[in-house]
């Protein structure tokens, strides 16, 4: 059995080599086309990261199975059981007009679905946000190394960060339920990027976090992140993507949800 420890260094060079090529964003280079939705971006460097993050992978653990965003399931010859999610670039958008929240996300999973390592690296904001399951949650800025705990509980002013769908009509529902859901909430955030989202409450500059119809890649480091922060998780039941992944409708009607553990109660079931 592997350990969460040599796993997460793994997932830590995965993730670092994805990043590298994010950081070298050029405008002219960008290729930017659209996947279906209005707003679904892609660029010839989401592509090339997701390249760059499955060959430290590959070279470190070949029997591995790898799920990821743009490059699908790859099925090893003799699987060990775990397999790795990645977002070679959560926030394309962002991205794309230089707005700094975006990252490479990468986690691993044992055979059984429990995610044991993962690592949100974003180049633009100098940022490594990092976990192992049963360790504790961690960020990496300008050379310090500082332990994550979550939100401060009972603060005045909290907020609650969330996002969008790129479907009208969902978006349209999820605008309408936003007023119920900012319930106690001073104010709302929208960044555009799931994983970093994800890793502002377990540091502590969210609240709460809630989205719904987000794909397992989104979610998967940021939300042990946060669970290692100490904070209330929830984690959308969906088909793994071995299987196939969840219809648009069951993804569609998904929460992922994190806070600190007195606003557990504050999102839908």
Known sequence: MTSPTDLLEVAKAAAAAGAAVLAGRNAEA?????????GDWVTAFDVAAE???????TAARPGDAITGEEHGTTRPAEPTGYRWSIDPLDGTTNFIRNIVYYATSVAVADADGAWLAGVVNAPALGR???????Q??????AGRVTRLEGPVPGRKGQILAT????????????AAFLT?????????RRLGSAALDLCLVADGTHDAYGERG?????FSAGALIAEEAGCWVRRP?????LEGGPTDADRLEAWTCAGGLELSGKFPL
């Open 30 to 38: 960008l290729q930017a086309s659209n996947k279906g939705d209005a």
């Open 51 to 57: 390249h760059a993050v499955r060959d430290v992978i």
């Open 128 to 134: 490594v946000y990092y976990a192992a399951r049963g």
């Open 136 to 141: 504790g949650s961690w960020l990496e800025e």
């Open 163 to 174: 996002g969008f769908s790129y479907d009208p009509g969902v978006r349209a529902e999820q």
């Open 180 to 188: 119920g859901l900012m319930d106690g909430f001073a104010d709302v």
């Open 214 to 218: 987000l794909n397992e890649h989104d």
């Open 237 to 241: 039941r969906l088909a793994s993507p």
